[in-house]
């Protein structure tokens, strides 16, 4: 099974009535953005409904202001503006709505957010009014803590989990169990378990692989091992991961979901990694080439002339 598929509009049958526009803007350049968009879209003629946070700093009418959970609900589309920290903030939540997602890029790298803000609107009517799109749909990882048998906490994550300690320049011994199989022991600052869509993100500055979306396939990334023979490990994406603990560690410890959720836990409960049952749907333009976004934001070379 292959960790991205793509759908053509033309299966999907999508057709846009109501969407969504989120995002937390850093700055007025893309709160001024919010405003457009939205004026664009009603004059569109569609139903647009706004996070609620942005709606009110823009004094938009009540009915044009909802929640996430009532935009995954209500909307066939959520347009994210701002960078891959909004669109992966979202995602988490729109993820088990079954509702399309895209970019209006107002980041820095912005390997999630495909519009570029100077062609906005050219490229959002190419997607709503001629359907020149499909969607690609990505796996997500949940990660889970048990404690006596029970699961005590849980979350979703688009890009990766990382196992770490809670205080920074702190080494942990753990055990990494994969289907239930005993698979290996590390001493490091922590373990990088990363989705394809996450391998470009935190697992590739600790010099983990690029595996490209259509890979079902989980990369295992060590933080800063105590041995040089522990190496980067690529698995099968439908793995279960469980990771132990050395009765000897004595910090407390955390799973940062995305860098953005954090759940904490002790030495004596055990971290379950594995495939979420609900998927990102990722609206892309018909041009959309995964290559060139490596080649433009990691600075690849086009041509050796």
Known sequence: MASSTLLDNNALHISFHTIGLVGKPR???NMQMHKNVFQWLTEKGYQVLVEKEIGERLHLPTHHLADLEEIGRLA???????GDGNMLGRARILAKYDIALIGINRGNLGFLTDIDPKNAYAQLEACLENGEFFVEERF???ATIERNGEI???SNAVN???IHPAKIAHMIDFHVYINDKFAFSQRSDGLIISTPTGSTAYSLSAGGPILTPQLNAIALVPMFPHTLSSRPL???GDSKISIRFAEYNTSQLEVGCDSQIALTFTPDDVVHIYKSSHKLRL???KNYNYYNVLSSKLGWLKNLS
């Open 27 to 29: 700055n007025d350049v």
């Open 283 to 285: 609206l892309h333009l």
């Open 76 to 82: 066939q589309l959520a347009i994210v503006i701002g």
């Open 140 to 142: 997500m990882l949940e």
């Open 234 to 236: 690529v698995i099968d």
């Open 152 to 154: 005590i906490a849980q």
């Open 160 to 162: 990766e989990a990382v």
